[in-house]
C-alpha cells in the first residue's frame, strides 16, 4: 500500500496552465503504475491519464490529449500532471491514483487513492 498526496491545484482562467503533483510515500519498492482520474460535481470520477513505471508509456482519455501531460521522477517518488489551455469543463477534483496496472486507473479501481486538488477554471 501506498500514501498519495496531491498538490497544485487552484483557480485559474481557460486558457490558463497548472501543474499538479504526486507524492509517493509507503510501499515505494513496489513498481506502479501511476495516473489522475478527475470528479466533476454531479459526475462520476473518470480517467484522465496514466502512466507506466518507467514512464516510457502515457495514456490519456480523449478530451485532453494534446493539452495535458503526465510525466513521473521516480527518483523524487513524484507524478506530474501539467494541464495546458485548460476549459471551464476541466473544472473538477482531480486524484491521484496507483495502482500495480495501468489497466485498473483507467478502469477506476487502483490500489490507493490520494485526497484530491481542487481545479476551478474560470471562463
Known amino acids: 500500500q501506498v500514501q498519495l498526496v496531491e498538490s497544485g491545484g487552484g483557480l485559474v482562467q481557460a486558457g490558463g496552465s497548472l501543474r499538479l503533483s504526486c507524492v509517493v510515500s509507503?510501499?515505494?519498492?513496489?513498481?506502479?503504475?501511476m495516473g489522475w482520474c478527475r470528479q466533476a460535481p454531479g459526475k462520476e470520477r473518470e480517467f484522465v491519464a496514466a502512466?507506466?513505471?518507467?514512464?516510457?508509456?502515457?495514456y490519456y482519455t480523449d478530451s485532453v490529449k494534446g493539452r495535458f501531460t503526465i510525466s513521473r521522477d521516480n527518483a523524487k517518488n513524484t507524478v506530474y500532471l501539467q494541464m495546458n489551455s485548460l476549459k471551464p469543463e476541466d473544472t473538477a477534483v482531480y486524484y491521484c491514483?496507483?495502482?500495480?496496472?495501468?489497466?485498473?486507473?483507467?478502469?477506476?479501481?487502483?490500489?490507493?487513492w490520494g485526497q484530491g486538488t481542487q481545479v476551478t477554471v474560470s471562463s
Open positions: 491514483a496507483a495502482a500495480i496496472y495501468v489497466s485498473s486507473i483507467r478502469t477506476g479501481v487502483p490500489t490507493s
Open positions: 509507503g510501499r515505494t519498492s513496489v513498481n506502479y503504475a
Open positions: 502512466i507506466n513505471w518507467t514512464g516510457g508509456s502515457t
